[in-house]
């Protein structure tokens, strides 16, 4: 079975930065082979992707982070962090880890990031 736990979401001023970390396990659990990637979402909206990185090392961010945040794994922890810089009240979501790849795609429990203007 695989879980995604997050962790380091909290509350923070605009202008401050946050560390959100992801670790994978399970036994089947391939991490280096999956796409991890950190989603958010508000309520009533959407789930949208803010940034990916894949196996390869590839990053992929959304326009509206790119700049601020930075994707990064490490596989040998079996973990993805992403590092938030000069947060934006319009950050403010619940934010979750994602592993995909062929025949995978899961979740973690999502981790609130809260950012006061």
């Known amino acids: 079975q695989v879980q995604l736990v997050e962790s380091g979401g909290g509350l923070v001023q605009a202008g401050g930065s946050l560390r959100l970390s992801c670790a994978g396990s399970?036994?089947?659990?391939?991490?280096?082979?999956?796409?991890m990637g950190w989603y958010r979402q508000d309520p009533g909206q959407r789930r949208e992707l803010v940034a990916a990185i894949d196996s390869g090392g590839s990053t992929n961010y959304a326009d509206s982070v790119k700049g601020r945040f930075t994707i990064s794994r490490d596989n040998a922890k079996k973990t993805v962090d992403l590092q938030m810089n000069s947060l934006k009240p319009e950050d403010t979501a619940v934010y979750y880890c994602?592993?995909?790849?062929?025949?995978?795609?899961?979740w973690g429990q999502g981790t609130q990031v809260t950012v006061s203007s």
């Open positions: 399970g036994s089947t659990f391939s991490f280096r082979l999956n796409t």
């Open positions: 994602n592993a995909k790849r062929t025949g995978l795609d899961r």
